[in-house]
């Protein structure tokens, strides 16, 4: 399984703090899982991530997507990923 | 309006006069935190006593401060800082620079030392010295109750210092309109020693662009950009800056125990999303802002704004304290007596060390409560001894190295010359890193905000961990912040906006001839200027421009992070070399005639 946690308004679209997913081979194929799960609002969010890599921050196991080989990053039993949107602060 | 003008206040002899602006300046340095360095460069004594009656005291406005430009409403505070030694500038929002500007002034330079605690009245161009010998030892909110009442206008604006500042804390701070703080630095303690108390304005100018049209289709596309970027229009309208707590704290670079390890379990328990759920209770803007981060909170028996991320991390993690009530609490308690969050939090956590590990003697507690990692007791307790200056809040209000220093041991004080780190650990965040160490305010993390593409991906993703690149990035942040924080904008508003934008906006706003380059060519003027300002006053980079030995020589133990150190050793010699500054750090000629600073 993997765990998947949810933040912010992510959080609040998927109306869960976090759930268990059947392992998929990517980051993409989970996200495409999470869509079917959750519906239209996180749906668009994710087309949105997928068209701009913009509008979520992805974090596996602690590192962002992006350096671990992007939306096509494997996946395996246990690992972690943390969705955020994308926020900024000081 | 008329053109703007500078207020020279004396209190020595208790005189104010209204000066031109040297446009010389403006054009060089723009306004703001630039116009304050010059000024400050220019004027100020060399080895002055930064606490003594020769420090200068400079509030400085952009030349967009008060206009309809979005988050117009900064202003900022320069001097020399009783904390580091060097510059300080402390920038803050809220509605008080945005007033004074509509006195028709952009800077006031405060000198000297008033004989009896005073405060300054300005109402358009009249400006006066009153007795605030009743006002001595209020906090920040009864001193601005006060001062409205006395001054008999509801709608003026206050910018005043708490107990801390009064007793010279030098991790004191300035609020004004209540909630708003030019934080670091210990510019509230300079303040103090001057026995100025409060400055309160009221103006009833009103901006005037130098292009109406063209500011109007300049405003038309910046604020698009705004409301369409993920951050500024989405992220930080909807959570504030909170929401970084669980990002930071998944990457396993959220400072835990004064950066003795670098993941909390319990930060979701102060998180933005648990704030969200429990003391939130609405938002609020700054002045001319369409972002609107402010976050309105309250606890049974009180209200306030904040915590901003920063003071959850300080006051939260890095102390070890997991729950929102007691961090909420002391955010209150630094607000109303006029302390720094950041440096607070980093003082806490730094005798906390102490304490557990036997330096600090029990002895020293008098009756407070034991200085133990995770204490909500201790953080609220030794908040408010800090900000009261009392007992071993005393010592505390010194900052983390001089009690470090005191109790033998400076090396738990995480500071960059003296002044304590923002909530990033440099170690898995290697960009920031840099900032912290040539910061020429001592480690801050505005400066040249690096999280936003190493951690957020804003404006393209560059991974944490290395340091290929970074002094390049490092460079054109920190001079785009120094030119931002000249104008009277927000650093926020970079999230979505870019150099030309800002290049836009001063030129149709204030009639400053400037394009991206030339703006980029102010910010290194200014950031230039600084080095020199420090140069002066006895900076010496192979002992300053360095962090803490915990985060160069001890790895992050564990988590996503794990055995990562700080490499500043190889970021810097490139960053001084892209600077035009020679192997030393210190800036050659050649560069200072390409500046045109003499």
Known sequence: MIRVSFFGIVREIVGEKETQVEAEDSVADLLEALSGRYGIGFGEKVLKTQERDLDLILILNGRHIEHIGGLSAPLKEGDHLAVFPLVGGG | ?598
Not at chain 2, 145 to 157: C, I, N, T, Y
Not at chain 2, 287 to 308: H, S
Not at chain 2, 479 to 503: E, K, P, Q, R, V
């Open chain 2, 1 to 598: 309006m008329e053109a703007l003008r500078l207020l020279r206040v004396d209190l020595s002899a208790g005189t104010v006069k209204q000066e031109p602006l040297n446009p010389d300046w403006v054009r060089q340095f723009i306004g703001g935190r630039g116009y304050g360095t010059k000024l400050l460069y220019e004027e100020l004594k060399p080895g002055t006593d930064p606490l003594s009656e020769g420090n200068k005291l400079i509030f400085a406005n952009g030349p967009l401060t008060g206009s309809n430009v979005p988050t117009g409403g900064r202003y900022m505070v320069v001097t020399k800082s009783p904390l580091t030694g060097f510059i300080a500038s402390s920038n803050s929002g809220g509605y008080w620079g945005a007033e004074l500007a509509r006195t028709g002034y952009m800077a006031l330079v405060v000198e000297g030392k008033s004989k009896k605690p005073v405060y300054l009245w300005i109402k358009d161009d009249k400006a006066e010295l009153r007795d605030a010998s009743s006002l001595w030892g209020k906090d920040t909110h009864a001193t601005t109750d006060a001062v409205l009442k006395e001054v008999g206008d509801p709608k003026a604006r206050v910018a005043c210092i708490g107990p801390a500042g009064e007793k010279l804390s030098r991790i004191a701070c300035i609020i004004n309109d209540k909630h708003r703080a030019a934080g670091r630095s210990g510019v509230g303690a300079v303040m103090g020693s001057k026995n100025l108390k409060a400055i309160a304005v009221k103006g009833s100018g009103t901006f005037k662009a130098a292009n109406p049209e063209g500011l109007k289709e300049t405003l038309r596309v910046g604020m698009q950009k705004i409301k369409e970027n993920g951050v500024t229009g989405e992220g930080l309208p909807t959570y504030g800056t909170a929401v970084l707590v669980n990002i930071l704290n998944q990457l396993g670079s959220y400072p835990y125990k004064n950066f003795q390890e670098s993941q909390h379990e319990g930060a979701e328990k102060h998180s933005g999303e648990k704030l969200a759920e429990t003391f939130l209770t609405g938002r609020t803007n700054c002045f001319a802002c369409p972002i609107g981060c402010g976050r309105e909170t309250a606890l049974e028996d009180k209200k306030g704004e904040g915590p901003e991320y920063e003071t959850l991390w300080a006051l939260g993690s890095n102390c070890g304290v997991d729950d929102l009530e007691p961090i909420i609490r002391a955010n209150y308690i630094c607000n109303e007596l006029g302390l720094d969050t950041i440096s607070a939090g980093g003082t806490i956590s730094a005798a906390m060390e102490l304490y557990e590990k036997g330096f600090i003697p029990k002895e020293d507690l008098g009756v407070g409560p034991e200085l133990k990692f995770g204490s909500a007791d201790a953080l609220v307790y030794w908040t408010e001894k800090m900000g009261k200056v009392e007992g071993l809040g005393e010592k505390m209000a010194q900052g983390s190295y001089r009690l470090g220093e005191l109790y033998g041991h400076p090396e738990f004080s995480i500071t960059v010359k003296k002044q304590e780190l923002p909530a990033y650990d440099p170690r898995g965040i290697q960009g920031i890193g840099l900032t912290y160490a040539v910061s020429n305010r001592g480690a801050c993390h505005v400066r040249g905000y690096l999280i936003s593409p190493e951690v957020l991906g804003i404006p393209e993703k560059l991974d944490p961990w290395v340091t290929e690149g970074k002094a390049q990035w490092g460079k054109i942040f920190h001079d785009l912040t120094a030119a931002i924080d000249s104008s009277g904008m927000c650093l926020f508003t970079s999230f979505a906006l870019g150099a030309g934008d800002y290049a836009d906006m001063l030129k149709h706003g204030a009639g400053m001839d400037l394009d991206a380059d030339s703006l980029l060519e102010a910010g290194d003027r200014i950031w230039t200027l600084e080095r020199l300002f420090n140069l002066r006053e006895g900076l010496d980079p192979a002992r300053d421009d360095t962090l803490p030995v915990r985060l160069l020589e001890e790895p992050i133990p564990k988590g996503p992070a794990e055995g990562k150190k700080s490499r500043i050793d190889v970021m810097i010699p490139e960053y001084y070399k892209l600077r035009g500054w020679d192997e030393k750090g210190v800036p050659k000629p050649s560069k200072l005639a390409e500046l045109g600073i003499k």
